[in-house]
């Protein structure tokens, strides 16, 4: 089949975690001998946040680590949507698209588009900003994408889809395993943004604190840090690494002892169930994994198994301090975590459960788009 994606970015992973996903999704799509054509939007804010960071060399490194990965780039206002789409046998429509060109895709379907049409959505904004994901047409879509069990269930609440699947993100095995031999740089490393207020109590609990009370050596990566949390880093003297380039962090994670998991509150509070994708990522590494706590609604792991859980900071210290100290222990959870990534959440799993939801969906070119009262379905 040939597939064509709207996304935000598929070179930059800059304050963009969908990216991570994408690339491995496109690369296992090609392994399969579908073609892929990837777009994405000139003057995208976390392309132009990552040349800003790190000029064209980070592009350069991206088409290096990834030569099979390619996206265009485009201007709406002059985008030859017909040209666009010419072709395509499945459209996958990101949430970041701007609202004008996710309704303009949807009424090339309605026109009687020979194409499957499909919204993908990895965010929270359906519950911190409905009047935004409120006002996105998808009336013409044959369905949603979501990445989660409760996120599938509130657009079929609402009315705003009358199909939707429940596809979760994974981690790109291809890239993300574990990598023996490396040198011992740190006891724990976390990769993470500070992001909008969404986390900072819980990071303060979680990672800065048990790290200043245990004495750890510690390195932290990320981006969008204000100038209180690198004074907090700083008191905790933990090392701040700044941005790095996703495809980096299995290195990274070969050279520490472990990670946390500190999710970000609208996922705890209001759609439980919803992992970053960081932990999937961790997990593949086989670096032992300790989380601030989650509800693993959906069952996608083995909590005290794959990773631990810390219900509040004076756990997450003596879990820490337990993972460094017992080696057995340390061993174990990287061996359970590696196993349930590599049974369960690949990338090549993702695309399995994606090409059978394709094969659900009517042909276009037999059958308009699917109704809004059509059958509500999903898949775990």
Known sequence: MRFVIFCHSLVSDWNHGNAHFLRGVVRELQ??????RVLEPAGGWSRENMLAE???AAVARFHAVFPSLRS???DFDSLDLDEALDGADVVLVHEWTDPALVAAIGRKRAAGGRFRLLFHDTHHR???KPEEMAALDLSAYDGVLAFGEVLRQRYLDLGWAGRAWTWHEAADTVLFRPIPGEPLEGQLVWVGNWGDDERTAELHEFLLDPVKRLGLKARVHGVRYPADALEALRDARIQYG????????????????VTVH???RPYVQALPGIPTIRVFEALACGIPLVCAPWDDAEGLFRPGTDYLVARDGKEMTEHLRAVLSDRDLAAGLARNGLETIQNRHGCAHRVEELLAICRTLVAP??????????LKEGIV
């Open 126 to 128: 359906i519950v911190s």
């Open 242 to 257: 700044g941005w790095l380039p996703n495809h980096e962090a299995p290195n990274l994670f070969a050279r520490h002892r």
């Open 365 to 374: 070119a037999r059958e308009s788009a699917m109704p809004a009262t059509a």
């Open 31 to 36: 392994a399969r001998s579908h073609a892929v």
């Open 54 to 56: 790190a000029g064209e």
């Open 72 to 74: 265009e780039t485009y």
């Open 262 to 264: 500190v999710p970000r």
